[in-house]
């Protein structure tokens, strides 16, 4: 069980009910087609008119307000807070004296590598204008990377208010904060007679005018492009001039995060994100947008090119996603430390979460599916939806200004694969994953793996220190890519351990699934990020950055093939959910380095590897990585197809198994030919289909057509198959509660009681009906210099709570704006979180 955290980390409460032997396993739809509209409003038109069932894009306010009545009364809105943007900086080289030396050997002065210009960015750009201006008032600022909204938000935004950072910026202050960094860097000595403001207020160096290279997406015209617009005119009003690259997403994206920071193509890049999931605690959006070792940030983890570093960042992040802490406070410390050191760093700088509109026909489904909360629409609106008309496909579309389906490589193993939402739009109902958080209440909630019996012992010392105090017996193992063996962990300590069970569902190519697949991706993924000698060709150095570093919080397990179960042995904690430490301890069933949904069958995966170390039918030279003179594997291209086809026959003839299979197939009751049997079955998969996506989840793709940029899923029937709509719409329909208004007192008097009347309404996800709240637990918290305070609200009357903030926790106040935040609590489903501003004389 070596791979935790980063290839579990897309976490999803308790033992899995028994699904099996309903009336129809799988979805209720039975086919899917998704494709492609050039323009938003051309594709909002097509829902309306009923050519097209679902528009599976993050449509903003302001062009949903811009549609006319006949077309909004035809279609269901399904409205959450899923998208958010942000600007990101090329901070090459991130020290004095800021030059940056390019590849070829050209020297360009960097402003960006100067920590405290980039700091400045946060002030002089206004998020606020930006929400009212671009999207209308559909979105709210948001400084760091988690909404504003969100519960616990609050404990974050502490430390951009610490910091002086507010919505509206400080425009003055970040022009003198520039000119101060630029004017210092002017006197080092490297820089000295070279770096210099001309008389038109511009700064030059060696002569020319200090340029940054600006991506902005011209393919996000409601958004992105007016944002990089307006920013660059911010940018120029400190003395640094702007090239505005107006360009699509394929451009800026291999542009900004595939080419080597020190190649100089870029400086900064108008981002564009969706929530990825519905979750309730952060962590994963701090780390994933700030962490170097996360592979998101300049450079990407690529061991030959050169790659922001950030030490404190990296091992703070670490404790938090691998559970290396004592008390929810220290979490929270944590936290908070990550976050201030993020906003300092200001290699990411964030601007803004918008409110989403995904857009259904109102007369295409029998009632309201699932959805993600935190991302909208989802596979559990695949899996759930119920088409009125089922002989027809289901039709979906999303939203690509060039008119292509797909940006980047369909590469299952490395950081940068399936690295757009248009492909994660469609693979996350083709893979089923092993856990993941429940859409409505983000619950840690099993699918293919489940736990029970979780243990966690582990004692903390004074410094921070832990010593696990559960010891592993020598049955544990692991696998040792140097040794080539299953090696005993008997000895090591460990902070917990739990029993896993699975589900087996058949591969969509037939082939069985056992606990060989999960020995296959521990082998695997051990083995590519692990360099056991200098030239390995086994290994990946851009995939061990993002793997690694979860080795060392496993220690081993204990494999049961006669019960297919596992007894795991790994360091986690969290006190507030045991269920957070069990699927945090979910054995990774899928070697990928990127945290997107997909995952196929090991032996597609063994192929990939033999491709990428071993050399190719055809040739052509691959790897995990997009890099000069290679080629970065694909399942969906059909050359790459063939060579996979290819190295399976191969594998198919020797009667491959790869070195961490061959101990275990007799524990399995398997053979050679058993293996043997599988490749057969994943080639003729590939001849039938025309590609090597081999999944396992409640859709497969039939088909794809890449000329009409146009790909056919069909439901998967199988009767191994686990799970049905109606199971999942029976087990996560859940109570929703939020804060409709927070009525405060125009101005209060620091010592005084403090009356504060809070609205609120609940429901039943994810059905959009609501009414007063009768039921909803609702709380206020006041947010001073000090730290908090929650206050518990009382109900009135359905619908009204009141509460007092005690003058005794407002008296020594200085005058000024307090945060203070409303809670609603349902039963059993997500909180909501309200802010609002106490303003004390």
Known sequence: MRLRGVLSVVLLIGALTSVLGLAEQGPFADSIIFDVRMQEEIALQDVAAGNIDIFQYTTSGNVIFGLDQATLDQLELYVVPSSSDSFIFNNYPDKAPYIAVTTNGEEFFNPFAVREIRFAMHLLVNRQQIVDEVLQGAGAPSIISVGPNEPGAYKLYLEASKLGLTNEGDEARAIEMVTAAMEAAAKLPENVGRLARGADGFWTFDGKPVTMKFLIRVDDPNVRLPIGRYFADQVEKCGIKCDRIERDRTYCIRTAYLTDPKDYLWNLYTEGWGAGGTSLYKDVNITQMYAPWYTNMPGGGEATWWNYQNADLDSWTQKIIYGQFATLDEYWTLMTKSTAAGLKEAVRVYLIEQSSYFAVNKNAFETRFLYGLGDGINNFSMYTMAPVNKDRPVRVTQYSARGSLFLNAWDPIGTQGFNDMYAANIIQQVTEATTNNAPGSAA???????????????????????????????????????????????????????????????????????????????????????????????????????VAPGFAYTHGSIWNFKDGTLHNYFDNNFPPDIDRVGSSGVSALYPRAANHAQGIKWTVVEALGKLVAEGSASGTVYSFTQQSGVTEVD??????????????????????????????????????????????????????????????????????????????????????????????????????????????????????????????????????????????????????????????????????????????????LAAGAYTVVAIASPANGLPSATGATLLLQ
């Open 444 to 546: 840690y909630t099993p699918l293919l793996m489940s736990w029970k019996n979780m243990n966690v012992q582990v004692e903390f010392a004074a410094d921070g220190s832990a010593v696990g105090k559960i010891t592993v017996p020598a049955e544990a193992v692991e696998w040792n890519s140097t040794q080539k063996a299953w090696v005993s962990t008997g000895g090591e300590v460990a902070w917990a351990e739990g029993d896993y069970s699975s589900y087996f569902p058949k591969s969509h190519d037939g082939s069985e699934m056992s606990l060989l697949d999960y020995a296959a991706c521990e082998g695997f993924a051990t083995e590519w990020a692990t360099e056991d000698f200098p030239g390995d060709p086994y290994y990946d150095s851009a995939y061990s950055t993002a």
């Open 635 to 812: 399942i969906l291209v059909p050359a790459i197809v063939a060579d996979i086809r290819a190295k399976l026959v191969e594998m198919r003839d020797t009667k491959f198994v790869p070195a961490y299979l061959v101990p275990l197939l007799p524990q399995a009751g398997k053979t050679a030919d058993d293996i043997a049997r599988m490749y057969q079955q994943a080639i003729d998969f590939i001849d039938a289909h025309g590609h090597a996506y081999i999944g396992n989840g409640g859709f497969y793709i039939d088909s794809f057509d890449p000329a009409n940029s146009q790909m056919t899923l069909k439901a998967y029937r199988d009767p191994s198959y686990p799970f049905s709509g109606q199971y999942w719409l029976d087990t996560m329909e859940v109570g929703v509660a939020r804060v409709d208004q927070v009525v405060l007192p125009n101005s209060a008097k620091a010592g005084a009681d403090v009356a504060v009347t809070i609205k609120a309404s609940e429901g039943r996800y994810p059905y959009d009906v609501f009414e007063p709240a009768s039921q909803a637990v609702v709380s206020l918290v006041l947010v001073t210099g000090a730290g908090e305070t929650t206050v518990a609200a009382k109900l009135t009357q359905a619908g009204t709570y009141e509460v007092v903030i005690p003058g005794s926790l407002t008296k020594g």
